[in-house]
């Protein structure tokens, strides 16, 4: 079943993609204090997500914070050293890298695709969701192929 407004985000293990290296946290906590932009990617380094999906939230993320956004969480099913090493090279300071390298934090929300035609197996949908102490405030999923609803330009008309 997929998540829905007003759902609780799950907890879920996942792993934070920090400075120190990898640290295991819990998603629930990590998404469940404040006001968090969140965002899901199929993967990292992919054209899209690349060009487009990450930078987004980089470039407004003054935007994002100026109307009540506390963090931004942007998660993939890809592996820590992964998200840590796209973070650097899209300059994503202001962004937290979630890795959910089993894609179990995918499948708790209800937002896999299977992406076994690309080689990548199962992935997370692309996404976004406003998330405010836990709770999905909104969700915006976007269909095969697709990159508008999931925008850090369509989140700032949101919030």
Known sequence: MTISVGDKIPSVSVMMATAEGPQKAD?????????????????????????KHLP????NADAL???GVDKIVCMSVND????????????A???????????DLAKALGLTMDASG???GARSKRFSAIIENGVVKELNVEGPGEFKVSSAEHMLGQL
């Open 27 to 51: 998603a629930a906590d990590v998404l469940g204090k404040g006001k968090v932009a969140f965002f899901a990617v199929p993967g990292a380094f992919t054209p899209t997500c690349s060009a």
């Open 65 to 67: 914070k100026k109307k």
């Open 93 to 103: 300071a202001g962004v937290e890298m979630m890795a959910d390298g089993n894609g």
């Open 80 to 91: 820590a050293f992964v998200m840590k090493a796209w973070g650097d090279s899209q300059n």
């Open 118 to 120: 690309f080689g990548m």
């Open 56 to 59: 987004g939230f980089v470039q």
